[in-house]
């Protein structure tokens, strides 16, 4: 008989999911809390502009094809390999540095700063594609029942890579590079995982490799959204339903199966396999009341940063500025060393820029530029009150103004701003943290909240804060892991 399936939330690893599920020949619908699809990869629509409100770009195209040929679809959106990745400004200095995938120029840039700045990054990589070839398939993208099953694994990873389990990210960019300019700009990819180099893990090195070698970064063609869109009318076409508005709040066991789930509205949602797309954590304290997960465990684990994002209208343009780009200030180890825990850090923040309407000149009126500006704060355990937003914001758009140039305060048509009060609001982000669980030692692979529920043996979990981990390529990921258990169950 036909199984059905309950997702509970339509963030992309509930999308990715149940297509997944319903390509397989499940009976499967979808309750989201808001309005509309997307969860954390959404689309702001206001005063005639457009704007992504999470994601801007992705790594690991290829985790998208694989979802494509898995469901036997075409993929059903566009994207655009990045080159240059990104830029980066400090405000020590006029320069902007382009990070291009070409290494030979990308080294030309940094040739006054950090000599043989080439092969340093070569030698770096050739490390980072070790350490991805050795771990990425054997260790990421594997379920695990025990802490056992996953020591065991770990164990047959080439053991050269064992010194490495006791560094941090920076400690090892430093082996490489002795320049502030290059280690801190080598290193911003661990802000990338919502963390800082200093207390990411330096296996997340790998990442460095992603970047700049294996793959690179893409973005799609219309807006990220479009993948949102492309996957929702995929999941149309599957007769498979998504209820918006729709909040889980309590739950009906019978022993070890999960009866059903209950909506703000007391209405029941009944069906024989459920998969939480809310976070894995907080799902389990907040509405299974757990122990394990009550507000004060998961206060005591760590997160990912609080973001503060602004979406801007302007009425100019603004040539000068490129798609994505970060402005860091000249104080790199003292302001990582606050970002999370004190509001002082927001005095002269880092931050970064992305100009939709470079490359989508549909997402702004003719002559206008979207922007969307993300800036790590604290998340709400250790900044409650955000009613000094304005003050915050007018620093950032002021500081942003000075290195491009051109001020952009009378320009501005459109303003929207979130804080972490509104992406816990919105998304039953935990304190408002915006990438989910951090990727420390403790809490990755068997030690991250699993994607089986420990007590009901038909709850499931997909998404950032269950394994592997957070980001688009690797929700993707989570999604194949927890279709491959529930396949398993099913025999
Ligand atoms: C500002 C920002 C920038 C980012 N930039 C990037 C980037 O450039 N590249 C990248 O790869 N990643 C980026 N990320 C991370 C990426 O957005 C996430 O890892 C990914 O979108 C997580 O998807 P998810 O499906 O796990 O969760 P979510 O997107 O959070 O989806 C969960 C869904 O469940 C719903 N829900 C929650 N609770 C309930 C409930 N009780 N009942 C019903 N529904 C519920 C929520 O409303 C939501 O729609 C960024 C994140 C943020 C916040």
């Known amino acids: 008989m036909q199984k059905s399936v309950l997702v509970v939330g339509a963030g ?35 005063d005639g502009f457009t704007f992504d409100t999470g994601p ?33 400004n400090f405000s020590r200095s006029p320069k902007t540095y382009r990070l291009y995938k070409d290494i030979h120029k990308l080294a030309e840039q940094f040739k006054d700063v950090e000599p043989d700045f080439e092969i340093k990054m070569r030698k770096y990589l050739k490390n980072g594609k070790a350490l991805f070839n050795d771990t990425v398939d ?34 090892q960019v430093c082996r490489y590079f002795s320049s502030d300019d290059a280690r801190e700009i080598i290193s911003l990819v661990a802000f990338f995982l919502g963390r ?29 959204y479009k993948i949102i869109e492309g996957i929702v009318e995929e999941l149309r076409k599957e007769n498979v339903t998504i209820t918006y508005n729709t909040e889980i709040v309590d739950f009906v066991a019978n022993g070890r199966k999960l009866d059903c789930l209950v909506d703000q509205n007391n209405r029941q949602w009944k069906s024989d396999i459920v998969v939480v797309n809310s976070d894995a954590a907080s799902f389990r304290g907040r509405i299974f009341k757990r122990p394990k997960f009550s507000m004060e465990k998961l206060d005591k684990m760590e997160w990912t940063m609080g973001p503060l994002t602004i979406y801007l ?64 704060v604290p998340d709400l355990r250790f900044k409650k009150n955000w009613d000094d937003k304005d003050e915050i914001v007018n620093s950032i758009l002021t500081d942003f103004s000075k290195r491009i140039n051109q001020d952009i305060l009378p320009e501005i048509v459109s303003k929207t701003i ?65 279709v491959k258990r529930i396949e398993k169950m099913g025999k």
Not at 36 to 46: D, S, V, W
Request: some cysteine.
């Open 12 to 46: 992309i690893g509930g999308l990715a999911t149940a297509l997944r599920l319903a390509k397989r020949g499940y009976k499967v619908e979808i309750i989201e809390k808001n309005s509309q699809a997307g969860g954390r990869l959404n689309q702001l629509k206001k």
């Open 56 to 88: 801007s770009f992705f790594s690991m195209s290829y985790e998208f094809k694989e979802f494509a040929k898995d469901c036997n679809i075409e993929l059903p959106f566009k994207y655009i390999a990045l080159d240059p990745l990104y830029t980066v």
């Open 138 to 171: 054997i260790v990421i993208k594997e379920n695990y029942n025990s802490v056992f099953s996953y020591l065991i694994t770990l164990m047959k990873v080439n053991p050269v890579h064992l010194p490495i389990l006791f560094r941090n990210f920076w400690q």
């Open 196 to 224: 800082t180099p200093f207390d990411t893990p330096a296996v997340y090195t790998l990442l460095s490799y992603t970047e700049f070698e294996h793959d690179g970064y893409f973005n799609v063609e219309g807006g990220m």
């Open 313 to 376: 209208g302007l009425k100019c343009k603004l040539p000068q500025v490129e798609h994505h780009n970060y402005y860091l200030g000249d104080n790199f180890k003292e302001y990582a060393n606050k970002i999370f825990q004190t509001s002082g850090t927001l005095q002269k923040p880092y931050y970064y820029v992305n100009v939709l309407s470079r490359n989508n000149p549909g997402c702004a009126p003719e002559g206008c530029e979207s922007l969307f500006f993300v800036c790590p």
């Open 418 to 482: 979130y804080t972490p009060v509104d992406w816990q609001n919105q998304y039953n982000l935990h304190r408002g943290s915006g990438l989910g669980l951090s990727h420390k030692m403790l809490q990755i692979g068997a030690f991250r909240p699993t994607n089986f529920d420990e007590v009901f043996k038909n709850v499931f979990y997909v998404g950032a804060s269950t394994v592997p981990g957070t980001g688009l390529p690797i929700t993707m990921i989570s999604s194949k892991l927890v």
